[in-house]
């Protein structure tokens, strides 16, 4: 009833998991995962809701984080994180991507190797380690910055893995940035690669959907510097008959931003579960 009764004064979903934040009691496990394709371990966080039994599989959320930071960064600066697995009963995974992966295979520096690593040896160490859905319509990803480009160019490229995606001030086109957040270490300057630059941003990655691919949630503030490249995004994907949620609203690439659009990824992404 009190919820409900949020909800009708208009507190935003991001607002309202706060709120709730300190009524549940979801566990939050840090582990140590290995890659084999990088050959080091790597850790993640994961938060289990607290009615968590082995005796039942439960729907599993990748949350990416940005560039320069890393695994932890979701639930030390977002509490409802933790809140969310207990509100919409699913697992929340957060991967580190390191500080500038991209979730790349970098195509110059095979010692990273971040897209192999998210999209399966993470995906199969959640699945043998925790009770899991172990099918695309138990699995989204959603991130931010760095991670929401990570986020939906792993589930176009994967779409036999994740069934739904989403993306919170995504650096969904890179090819406006050659200078920036060590992209260029990671598949080459744009001077002399200009086809790693095209081939790996998201943008041009659409022709890999169908109507059917995928359930998307694409999010961005009109202050933030990836606004134009994700409305060019959107545009495309209206272009192409693509279903999909755009969200924009005021606001910058900032934390104050992401903890508030966190809590309607995860809406979006319990919702498709539920389907």
Known sequence: M????????????????????????ATVDTVTTF????????????????????????????????????????VKKVKGVSAAADLYNMIIVCPDGNFSSWYFDSPID???????????????WVDDHYSTIKNRTGRAITGLSMGGHGALYLAFRHQDVFGAAGSMSGGVDLRPFPLNWDIAKRIGSYKDHPEQWEQNSVINLTHLLTKESLALIIDC??????????????????????????????GAHNWEYWDNSVGYQLLFMSRYFKR
């Open 221 to 250: 503030g009109t202050s933030d510097f990836f606004y134009v490249v994700n409305v060019n995004l959107h545009e495309k994907l209206l272009e192409r008959n693509i279903p999909h949620d755009f969200i924009s609203r005021p």
């Open 35 to 74: 890659s084999g394709s990088m050959k080091k371990d790597i850790k993640a966080v994961v938060v289990k809701p607290a009615s968590y039994d082995k005796s039942k599989s439960y729907p599993v959320v990748y949350l990416l984080h940005g560039y320069s930071d890393n695994y932890a960064g979701w």
């Open 110 to 124: 095979s010692s990273w190797k971040y897209e192999t690593y998210v999209s399966k040896e993470l995906v199969s």
């Open 2 to 25: 009190i919820i409900n009764s949020l909800f009708k004064k208009g507190v935003s979903v991001g607002l309202l998991i706060l709120l709730v934040a300190g009524a549940f009691g």
